[in-house]
Nanobody, 130 residues
Framework: QVQLLDSGGGSVLAGGSLRLSCTAS????????MAWFRQAAGKEREGVAT????????DYVDSVKGRFAISLDNAKNPLYLQMNSLKPEDTAMYYC???????????????????????WGQGTQVTVSS
């Protein structure tokens, strides 16, 4: 059973920065995707960024490109989301997520594949005020 614990949210002024962290445990397979999602009040859940720990390939939703960076420590844990130049529109509950595969190949973590993530953190609130 994979368990994820996300943290690092808070309140920040527009233009500021936050770094979210997600500590994972319990993986069974080496092929994985990790991701950050967010859900703003009254809106659908949105995939923000993904990373494939095997090769470091990342993917971002257009609205955060150039501002956010998803990364992993050398040990592949924790997962981070560095958020710079924050905007009020970034206000949301942010969730880390993970999925693992017994078999996978290619660019299997890409956002546009709409991977069904199996494991979720509890969420950490990010509030950006103008």
């Amino acid at each position: 059973q994979v368990q994820l614990l996300d943290s690092g949210g808070g309140s920040v002024l527009a233009g500021g920065s936050l770094r979210l962290s997600c500590t994972a445990s319990g993986y069974s397979y080496s092929r994985r995707c990790m991701a950050w999602f967010r859900q703003a009040a009254g809106k659908e859940r949105e995939g923000v960024a993904t990373i494939n720990p095997s090769d470091g390939v990342t993917d971002y939703v257009d609205s955060v490109k150039g501002r956010f960076a998803i990364s992993l420590d050398n040990a592949k844990n924790p997962l981070y989301l560095q958020m710079n130049s924050l905007k009020p529109e970034d206000t949301a509950m942010y969730y880390c997520a993970a999925v693992e595969f017994s078999r996978a190949s290619g660019d299997y973590c890409a956002l546009n594949l709409r991977v069904d993530y199996s494991y979720w953190g509890q969420g950490t609130q990010v509030t950006v005020s103008s």
